[in-house]
């Protein structure tokens, strides 16, 4: 007589647990705040409209900026034509071009073209000079952004590299207790008759934000600012 021989059962399959995504605040000292769920669906940040709401920044606009999912974790952060617009930490260096806005520490500062370079004037009658230090011409100009659409300082770009920070570099900032000493860097390149100009920081505590042209692509611990918030994408298992 054969022997029965019971079926094996079927084990059901353990699955990996889910990551879950939020958005964590970070404070001026670069400390991680608290949690805000990021659901699969994304969600819209603002001072008065949306799933995340920072009603007391008088900064941000009613609704301010978006985060769209990608899939495998990534988001598109779109500015939702916000006034003050919407700036991402860079992590390498980043094209830029005249009239980008970038923070650095306290500071937000505009690229600008030199529309008409500024010439020495002609001699006198006689062939005399005027006296002075003798200056390169500039490429290109940082202008520092006040609160209220006020224009602070001027500083003229003159050499290929320029470099800025609270003590050290060409353009110091030495108030800033957010800024680094060497922070960042703005790099001219010329191939030919084509010219490109680059931001890189440069290993700065508390990062520089570049301002979003409309959207960008991030991801697992990119850092923004949107108003007086900075955010970071984290996801957790």
């Not at 920070?165 to 010329?190: N, T, W």
Request: proline share 8%; aromatic share 6%.
């Amino acid at each position: 007589m054969a022997s029965h021989v019971p079926a094996a059962v079927a084990q059901p399959q353990s699955r990996p647990p889910r990551a879950s995504a939020c958005l964590v605040a970070i404070d001026r000292e670069g400390h991680e705040g608290l949690r805000h769920p990021l659901p699969p669906e994304g969600l819209v940040i603002g001072r008065q409209q949306g799933d995340l709401l920072f009603a007391d920044d008088p900064f941000l606009s009613a609704v301010h900026a978006r985060l769209e999912p990608l899939g495998n974790g990534r988001y598109m952060l779109v500015d939702a034509s916000s006034r003050n617009g919407v700036y991402l930490r860079i992590t390498r260096a980043e094209p830029v071009y005249p009239g980008d806005m970038f923070l650095v520490g306290h500071h937000l500062l505009r690229l600008e073209n030199i529309e008409t370079p500024e010439r020495e004037r002609p001699p006198g009658s006689d062939g005399t000079r005027i006296f002075g230090t003798p200056l390169d011409p500039p490429w290109a100009r940082l202008v520092v952004l006040g609160r209220g659409g006020l224009s602070g300082d001027i500083h003229y770009l003159r050499t290929a590299e320029v470099e800025l920070g609270r003590e050290l570099g060409d353009i110091h900032f030495p108030s800033d207790r957010y800024m680094s000493r060497r922070h960042v860097r703005i790099s001219l390149h010329s191939d030919g008759t084509r010219m490109s100009v680059y931001l890189e920081d440069l290993g700065s505590a508390n990062g520089t934000y570049l301002r979003l042209r409309g959207r960008a692509e991030v991801g697992p611990n990119d850092t923004f600012r949107v108003g007086d918030q900075i955010l970071r994408i984290k996801v957790e298992a």
